[in-house]
Structures are given as structure tokens and as C-alpha cells.
T-cell receptor, first 113, second 113 residues
Framework: AQSVTQLDSHVSVSEGTPVLLRCNYS??????LFWYVQHPNKGLQLLLK??????LVKGINGFEAEFKKSETSFHLTKPSAHMSDAAEYFC???????????FGTGTRLTIIP | NAGVTQTPKFQVLKTGQSMTLQCAQD?????MSWYRQDPGMGLRLIHY???????DQGEVPNGYNVSRSTTEDFPLRLLSAAPSQTSVYFC????????????FGEGSRLTVL
């Protein structure tokens, strides 16, 4: 069985400060992990993915995530928040690296001017 | 490229009515899927297809029907709408057996009264 837990339903940061969105996963296999972003009234877009290569994964718009097997975590970070980062972020796990994905419940990121 | 196109974007139904949500993709993707998004629950898989003529159930298939007669189209049918089906529906596609990256439409917001 596989599952994903996003530890915060809502995160607020000031513009220019670091962003940390936390995700823990559970998987019986060596999983693939993803972060997707959803801007208001839009579909989801892939931010980055981990597929058992480098444990530090760089994505679009300055985001990155680190796969830590010992902690079963895949936290998303960005050094400096921008107003355009305000959106909902989903951590996603796939046990076989294919399209059978399990989504977390999402973290809404608010940026304070 | 249009990507994944969903119609309609908004729909209001009365309990017991039927309707079809349309999904079309122009990327020649083998894999297509339907998700529903409800507050605090992330995205849940309704049905999916790995190619023309092949469909299978996801996590929450009851009350929905699908077919896949062409590679491009994957309509979702609500047979007898219920208030519990009020949700935002997303269609997504991918190259099956690839990286696991899904390409999403912009969603269809359905309200059942």
C-alpha cells in the first residue's frame, strides 16, 4: 500500500523568505515521487519528480526537493518566495514510477507582500 | 499545442439527470484518466484507460462510466447525478510506461442540486 501525508494544509510566508512544504510518504516499493502545483482555477502542472537518480531534485521556478529514504520524506523548498508562487501544492507518490498515482491532500501556499 | 481540453468548464445538474464530460488530448498519449477533486481530499482517480478500447476502474468509480473509442477522446458519463458528485473533475493524460508525468486539463466544475 502507498500513501502520502502533507503535514501542513496551509503555509504562509512573506515575499522573499524561504518556502518549506513538508511531505512524508509510505510505499512498499522504491517509489517515484512528484510535486505538482495548481494555480487558482487551473489544472495541475508538474513541478519536479524523483525517480531514484539524484536525491536532490531541481524543478521549475526555483523549487527543489530532497528525497530522504531514512525519514520517508520528500519536502519541497524554495530559497526566496515570489508572489506568483501562491498556489496549492500536491505531493504525489507512485510505487512503480507510472501513472498509478496517489495524491496528498494538498498544501495551500500564501505569500504575504 | 492545445494539450488536454475539457468541456464544459461549468455545469449545473439536477439530481437524477445524466451528462457527459468531454476530454480530448492532441499529444497522442496512450494513457488517459479522470480525477475528482474535493476540498481537503486531494485528487482521487475515477477511471483510467491505457489505450483505445481498454478502460479500468480507479479508486472511486461508482456512478460514472467511461469509454475509449479513439486515442484522443475519453468522455466521462454521469448516469444519474447525485449531490455527492458535486466536485471539480480533471482529465489527465500521459505516455503510458513513461515518466509518470501527467498532463492535466483545466477542470470541469459540476454542481448537482
Amino acid at each position: 500500500a502507498q500513501s502520502v501525508t502533507q503535514l501542513d494544509s496551509h503555509v504562509s510566508v512573506s515575499e522573499g523568505t524561504p518556502v518549506l512544504l513538508r511531505c512524508n510518504y509510505s510505499s512498499s516499493y522504491s517509489p517515484s515521487l512528484f510535486w505538482y502545483v495548481q494555480h487558482p482555477n487551473k489544472g495541475l502542472q508538474l513541478l519536479l519528480k524523483y525517480t531514484s537518480a539524484a536525491t536532490l531534485v531541481k524543478g521549475i521556478n526555483g523549487f527543489e526537493a530532497e528525497f530522504k529514504k531514512s525519514e520517508t520524506s520528500f519536502h519541497l523548498t524554495k530559497p526566496s518566495a515570489h508572489m506568483s508562487d501562491a498556489a496549492e501544492y500536491f505531493c504525489v507518490v507512485s510505487p512503480f514510477g507510472n501513472e498509478k498515482l496517489t495524491f496528498g491532500t494538498g498544501t495551500r501556499l500564501t505569500i504575504i507582500p | 499545442n492545445a494539450g488536454v481540453t475539457q468541456t464544459p468548464k461549468f455545469q449545473v445538474l439536477k439530481t437524477g439527470q445524466s451528462m457527459t464530460l468531454q476530454c480530448a488530448q492532441d499529444m497522442n498519449h496512450e494513457y488517459m484518466s479522470w480525477y475528482r477533486q474535493d476540498p481537503g481530499m486531494g485528487l482521487r482517480l475515477i477511471h483510467y484507460s491505457v489505450g483505445a478500447g481498454i478502460t479500468d476502474q480507479g479508486e472511486v468509480p461508482n456512478g460514472y462510466n467511461v469509454s475509449r473509442s479513439t486515442t484522443e477522446d475519453f468522455p466521462l458519463r454521469l448516469l444519474s447525478a447525485a449531490p455527492s458528485q458535486t466536485s471539480v473533475y480533471f482529465c489527465a493524460s500521459s505516455s503510458y510506461g513513461g515518466t509518470g508525468e501527467l498532463f492535466f486539463g483545466e477542470g470541469s466544475r459540476l454542481t448537482v442540486l
